[in-house]
T-cell receptor, first 117, second 116 residues
Framework: GAVVSQHPSWVICKSGTSVKIECRSLDFQATTMFWYRQFPKQSLMLMATSNEGSKATYEQGVEKDKFLINHASLTLSTLTVTSAHPEDSSFYIC?????????????FGQGTRLTVV | AQSVAQPEDQVNVAEGNPLTVKCTYSVSGNPYLFWYVQYPNRGLQFLLKYITGDNLVKGSYGFEAEFNKSQTSFHLKKPSALVSDSALYFCAVRDIPYSGYSTLTFGKGTMLLVSP
């Protein structure tokens, strides 16, 4: 199956600093990638849709200036949490679907545990 | 708008017994249905999907799911549970037709606990 690699798997940062999370599709191209946030024992909340070569589409209530998304190539999307605060601590997961494949499932990264202290 | 309901927060079953994790959905058109499993601090792993064809879909690790259009359900099943099946299970739906991209809508998740 297709592989999505997410890095880092965990990160601890100080309040006020920024953190970048990378999501790479290793063996396929993805025009679109998705970023989710998951709170403990809860479902995935879609934050934004990352579109290669254009601006990301954010879900209602998600601050686009806080969560910067860049999708510079067909295999890489990045999520930068800017001026992180403790309430940003969460589990962040990306996913991607191979370009042009209509009936396929989405493939997920391993997730990133962000802890802001 | 599409939605998914997983009515059980947790399902408990003894090892060796059959298990069922329930899922119902709502979409405006024909659905693409998926089951994913998540282990602690990990991403989601794909188990199986229904796109079209046979209503009984077989997937990874011995899991299967039955698509029931009249009941708008897609329950996950396994004939004999293993302790290692203990994890968080998510049902998801995607509308078709595919329009450039389609977002997945997830249920809230069901924790499966298999006791020895």
């Amino acid at each position: 199956g297709a592989v999505v690699s997410q890095h880092p798997s965990w990160v601890i940062c100080k309040s006020g600093t920024s953190v970048k999370i990378e999501c790479r599709s290793l063996d396929f191209q993805a025009t679109t990638m998705f970023w989710y946030r998951q709170f403990p024992k809860q479902s995935l909340m879609l934050m934004a849709t990352s579109n290669e070569g254009s601006k990301a589409t954010y879900e209602q209530g998600v601050e686009k200036d806080k969560f910067l998304i860049n999708h510079a190539s067909l295999t890489l999307s990045t999520l930068t949490v800017t001026s992180a605060h403790p309430e940003d601590s969460s589990f962040y997961i990306c996913s991607a679907t191979p370009r042009g494949r209509v009936n396929t499932e989405a493939f997920f990264g391993q997730g990133t545990r962000l802890t802001v202290v | 708008a599409q939605s998914v309901a997983q009515p059980e927060d947790q399902v408990n079953v003894a090892e060796g017994n059959p298990l069922t994790v329930k899922c119902t959905y709502s979409v405006s058109g024909n659905p693409y249905l998926f089951w994913y499993v998540q282990y602690p601090n990990r991403g989601l792993q794909f188990l199986l999907k229904y796109i079209t064809g046979d209503n009984l879909v077989k997937g990874s690790y011995g899991f299967e799911a039955e698509f029931n259009k009249s009941q708008t359900s897609f329950h996950l099943k396994k004939p004999s549970a293993l302790v290692s099946d203990s994890a968080l299970y998510f049902c998801a739906v995607r509308d078709i037709p595919y329009s450039g991209y389609s977002t997945l809508t997830f249920g809230k998740g069901t924790m499966l606990l298999v006791s020895p």
